[in-house]
T-cell receptor
Framework: EAQVTQNPRYLITVTGKKLTVTCSQN?????MSWYRQDPGLGLRQIYY???????DKGDVPEGYKVSRKEKRNFPLILESPSPNQTSLYFC???????????FGSGTRLTVV | QQQVKQSPQSLIVQKGGISIINCAYE??????FPWYQQFPGKGPALLIA?????SEKKEGRFTISFNKSAKQFSLHIMDSQPGDSATYFC??????????FGKGTRLHILP
């Protein structure tokens, strides 16, 4: 089944403890993105990648890092999480630039 | 400017009625306009999308109307059903794959 897989689905962590949310797609898509979803703010793009080793900042990149060493994987790294990064995170991928993203099921992160 | 303004925030429609959600953008570099549907506990799913060289696109009960000169586009759901109850997001993206989402519309279809 074609899908984007995120792990974990739920995560509670403490301020300052580094964490990584993994994202993997099995559709050989070139384009991948990370979003956060907050009530009243909709979906905001954190980082995106147009190919292996090519990444760029979205609208809210502060406090986040990404890497794209392989086509299928696009992990999101929070080096020093803070409570304002408590949110619902989505990874997405698409075959064609900007067209028809397939989203993962989301990761609900709570930073206390 | 990079905003995509979506309205209304919430919408209640009788079963069988027409649901209409509107979006407006400012950046003329946007060249792809998708709509996503999101059910509770799920990720958004692509519903329908349009490029600015077309004024309308229809897929089943879902239609996008696009007005390039006004920089507006809208989603029409004909014969709305309770199963259409979800949150809908419009979006706009440019050639660099930078995508901006609207803030969402929570649609409720009354049975």
């Amino acid at each position: 089944e074609a899908q984007v897989t995120q792990n974990p689905r739920y995560l509670i962590t403490v301020t300052g403890k580094k964490l990584t949310v993994t994202c993997s797609q099995n559709m050989n898509h070139e384009y991948m993105s990370w979003y956060r979803q907050d009530p009243g703010l909709g979906l905001r793009q954190i980082y995106y990648s147009m190919n292996v080793e090519v990444t760029d900042k979205g609208d809210v990149p502060e406090g986040y890092k990404v890497s794209r060493k392989e086509k299928r994987n696009f992990p999101l790294i929070l080096e020093s999480p803070s409570p304002n990064q408590t949110s619902l995170y989505f990874c997405a991928s698409s075959l064609i630039r900007g067209e028809g993203y397939t989203f993962g099921s989301g990761t609900r992160l709570t930073v206390v | 400017q990079q905003q995509v303004k979506q309205s209304p925030q919430s919408l209640i429609v009788q079963k069988g009625g027409i649901s209409i959600i509107n979006c407006a953008y400012e950046n003329t570099a946007f060249d792809y306009f998708p709509w996503y549907q999101q059910f509770p506990g799920k990720g958004p799913a692509l519903l329908i999308a349009i490029r600015p060289d077309v004024s309308e696109k229809k897929e089943g009960r879902f239609t996008i109307s696009f007005n390039k000169s006004a920089k507006q586009f809208s989603l029409h759901i004909m014969d709305s059903q309770p199963g259409d109850s979800a949150t809908y997001f419009c979006a706009a993206s440019d050639r660099d794959d930078k995508i901006i989402f609207g803030k969402g519309t929570r649609l409720h279809i009354l049975p």
